[in-house]
């Protein structure tokens, strides 16, 4: 098969939609194309019988009763939703909480609107590899706090943190637990009962379904978690979530995380097999490399590295039919250099010599092979412009 230009390898900031998910979502765009909360026709019967299967299937791929699968815009939506109202539910004069400071701005902002409503947050600062352990966890809680956020899979350096370990501190202390896990779900094994989660953030876009749907996994015994909604206006989703249903969007995700049930530990094999490859060529063809994050416990399509001498956005002009990041999708438009990468020590200069490669479902052995071809050219040519 011959290589098809450009070739993509930015899978944390999206993904292509597999066919499989458009075909199921093709006849709910004209011709299913009721409201789920219209109850009296057979067009909103349709709906919500799509909507109710498509819970199901959510719930059965993360170990989940389908009644705390709570649909969303997107994983966006989601952290606010469990931060901002997990914390004002249990709001109590000085109220706190702890996050890590190498979050998505999705959670980092919600907990900075917290500050400015009175509550004391604690932004944790990773090891080198940007892992947030239980330990680091429980020397910061008080008797004052109220909820704790840390990612399960970092978007940037791929990092997965111990969170079932976290949970447990967590519990023990009667404080709920929230992890982001838009990058982590069907990369890793993700049973939230199972680790002792609370409340879990998902997304469809990031697991080769459609943009535009989430999900908030909230628990409903032991204990039931309680949440002020955000967004109010029918009383949709239990109260949590009101609005209109996006019912092709979750038919979307739910066709999207059946795939991912039936083949997800494969393809991450896989895929982390292609992303050891990347790595090697890499190694082998640019001098001077350096890995982000932590060599094992990491996603396994996620490869973050700096080059030094190189400016990511240098290299990045120079090898335009390459799509790879300096960072994260939803921060790409700032100046400023990764936060992530910041937070772990590296200077200004080495996190702007930094790219993220995110490898995924339907990247090729011939697309990986070309990638490090073309960085090492690119480089090769951005190092030859800078002066001596």
Aim: aromatic share 4%; with cysteine; glycine share 8%.
């Amino acid at each position: 098969m011959s290589l098809k230009l450009p070739v993509y390898l930015d899978y944390h900031a999206t993904t292509p939609v597999d066919p499989r998910v458009f075909e199921a979502m093709r006849p709910y765009f004209s011709e299913h194309f009721g409201n789920a909360a219209s109850t009296s026709h057979v067009f909103g019967w349709r709906a919500e019988a799509a909507v109710t299967k498509a819970r199901e299937a959510l719930a059965a791929l993360v170990g989940a009763n389908p009644r705390e699968i709570v649909f969303t815009s997107g994983a966006t939506e989601s952290n606010n939703l469990a931060i901002l109202g997990a914390a004002r539910a249990r709001h109590a004069p000085h109220a706190h909480v702890v996050t890590s400071a190498i979050e998505h701005r999705a959670v980092l902002d919600p907990c900075r609107r917290l500050e400015s409503e009175g509550f004391a947050v604690t932004y944790l600062t990773p090891d080198a590899h940007g892992v947030t352990s239980a330990s680091a966890v429980a020397d910061a809680l008080t008797e004052r706090t109220v909820l704790v956020s840390v990612m399960a899979a970092n978007n940037e350096i791929g990092t997965l943190n111990p969170v079932a370990e976290i949970a447990r501190v967590c519990k023990e202390r009667g404080i709920l637990f929230h992890t982001d896990a838009a990058q982590a779900l069907g990369k890793i094994p993700l049973d939230v009962h199972a680790l002792g989660l609370d409340l879990v953030s998902l997304s469809a876009h990031k697991v080769c379904g459609p943009k535009g749907v989430g999900a908030l996994f909230v628990r409903a015994v032991n204990p039931r978690v309680r949440l002020d909604p955000i967004v109010f206006g029918g009383g949709h989703e239990r109260g949590l979530r009101s609005g209109t249903l996006d019912v092709t969007g979750i038919v979307g995700f739910g066709a999207a995380a059946e795939i991912v049930r039936a083949e997800g530990e494969a393809e991450a094999r896989r895929v982390s097999a292609l992303r050891d490859r990347l790595w090697e060529r890499l190694l082998s063809r640019v001098d001077g490399l350096s890995r982000n994050g932590h060599p094992a416990a990491c996603h396994p399509g996620n490869l973050n590295v700096t080059i030094p001498d190189a400016p990511a956005d240098a290299v990045m002009a120079e090898a335009r039919d390459l799509a790879v990041s300096s960072g994260s999708a939803c921060t790409s438009a700032e100046a400023a250099p990764s936060h992530v990468l910041l937070a772990l020590g590296r200077t200004r200069v080495e996190a702007e010599a930094s790219i993220r490669f995110g490898l995924g479902r339907f990247t090729t052995q011939e697309e990986v092979d070309w990638a490090a071809d073309e960085v090492a050219r690119a480089v090769a040519k951005v190092r030859a412009r800078r002066p001596r």
